[in-house]
T-cell receptor, first 114, second 117 residues
Framework: NAGVTQTPKFQVLKTGQSMTLQCAQD?????MYWYRQDPGMGLRLIYY???????DKGEVPNGYNVSRLNKREFSLRLESAAPSQTSVYFC?????????????FGEGSRLTVL | GENVEQHPSTLSVQEGDSAVIKCTYS??????FPWYKQELGKGPQLIID?????GEKKDQRIAVTLNKTAKHFSLHITETQPEDSAVYFC????????????????FGQGTILTVHP
């Protein structure tokens, strides 16, 4: 019962390098999200996908792109990494409709940009 | 946009004591208020939530209260145990008509709770 799986768990990049964070969920959820977590700032929404085939910007989308590859997978790409993107990134999923709004989070991907 | 303020940033209690964490929100249209617990090295996990048509909700040792007029809500943990030690986040969002739910949450800054044996 994997839930939400993120890869990689740790990554160190140099300024200007690119990388993609991968996320997959096995709960047949329609909606998927990428959040970043920084000390003293809580979690902030980067991008989300309400359903397969759609993506929308969240609170802090600059410097990121996303792809909803299929219902299970939602990737986050940094085209030209900057030190300000050093953070812990969390992928989450939820039902689009339902009695609760519960988000199911992965265990996070810790990214350091030098 | 929505802004959620959470206090205190750290909270230290003795085992068996109660703990209270408070949050305020700015957007009066917000109608869904969850609380998440994050253990070290893990992702946040929902522990309780409340909707704007309810003033209080309890689940065993945890309870949440909501004051819509003042735009604040609180988490209460009674009879704290060492395993309650974690980071707690409040959040707010607007849920659509008909029960549709959206994970576009605005989170508070988090509270590090430490329960001493």
């Amino acid at each position: 019962n994997a839930g939400v799986t993120q890869t990689p768990k740790f990554q160190v990049l140099k300024t200007g390098q690119s990388m993609t964070l991968q996320c997959a969920q096995d709960m047949n959820h329609n909606s998927m999200y990428w959040y970043r977590q920084d000390p003293g700032m809580g979690l902030r929404l980067i991008y989300y996908s309400a359903s397969e085939g759609t993506t929308d910007k969240g609170e802090v989308p600059n410097g990121y792109n996303v792809s909803r590859l299929n219902k299970r997978e939602f990737s986050l790409r940094l085209e030209s990494a900057a030190p300000s993107q050093t953070s812990v990134y969390f992928c989450a999923s939820s039902e689009l409709t339902g009695r609760t709004g519960e988000l199911f989070f992965g265990e996070g991907s810790r990214l350091t940009v030098l | 946009g929505e802004n959620v303020e959470q206090h205190p940033s750290t909270l230290s209690v003795q085992e068996g004591d109660s703990a209270v964490i408070k949050c305020t929100y700015s957007d009066s249209a917000s109608n869904y208020f969850p609380w998440y617990k994050q253990e070290l090295g893990k992702g946040p996990q929902l522990i309780i939530d409340i909707r704007s048509n309810v003033g209080e909700k309890k689940d065993q040792r945890i309870a949440v209260t909501l004051n819509k007029t003042a735009k604040h809500f609180s988490l209460h943990i009674t009879e704290t145990q060492p395993e309650d030690s974690a980071v707690y986040f409040c959040a707010a969002s607007i849920q659509g008509v008909g029960g549709t739910s959206y994970g576009k949450l605005t989170f508070g800054q988090g509270t590090i709770l430490t329960v001493h044996p």
